[in-house]
């Protein structure tokens, strides 16, 4: 059974930097995506960053290019996102996610319903 764990979550400064990581166990990288939404309250869960193609392709939503990276560990059993130059809207908690069943393409890993197992969530709070 997939189990994924979030640290590294904090507050910080406008212009800040945070890196999460995301311990994950029972499941093999090789077809499955995974990746990072956050969540407003009272809004809907949204990409944030996620790994395609065996964990070669990242794509990020519009609003963090430039400024957040996702990567992957050698063993695959690890997922980070470093976010650099953090602005207050970038306050949400911040949830790792995998899929369970074959997913590949920058399209499928983009979509929330591919992934069933999620983490307990991070918050990540960034001051003006």
């Known amino acids: 059974q997939v189990r994924l764990v979030e640290s590294g979550g904090g507050t910080v400064q406008a212009g800040g930097s945070l890196r999460l990581s995301c311990a994950a166990a029972?499941?093999?990288?090789?077809?499955?995506?995974m990746g990072w939404f956050r969540q407003i309250a009272g809004e809907e869960r949204e990409m944030v960053a996620v790994?395609?193609?065996?964990?070669?392709?990242?794509v990020y939503t519009d609003s963090v290019k430039g400024r957040f990276t996702v990567s992957h560990d050698g063993r695959e059993d690890t997922l980070y996102l470093q976010m650099n130059g953090l602005k207050p809207e970038d306050t949400a908690m911040y949830y790792c996610?995998?899929?369970?069943?074959?997913?590949?393409?920058?399209?499928?890993?983009?979509?929330?319903?591919?992934?069933?197992?999620w983490g307990q969530g991070t918050q990540v709070t960034v001051d003006s």
């Open positions: 790994l395609a193609n065996g964990g070669s392709v990242p």
């Open positions: 029972g499941y093999r990288f090789t077809n499955v995506c």
């Open positions: 996610a995998s899929s369970t069943r074959y997913c590949y393409t920058a399209q499928q890993a983009s979509d929330r319903a591919q992934y069933t197992y």
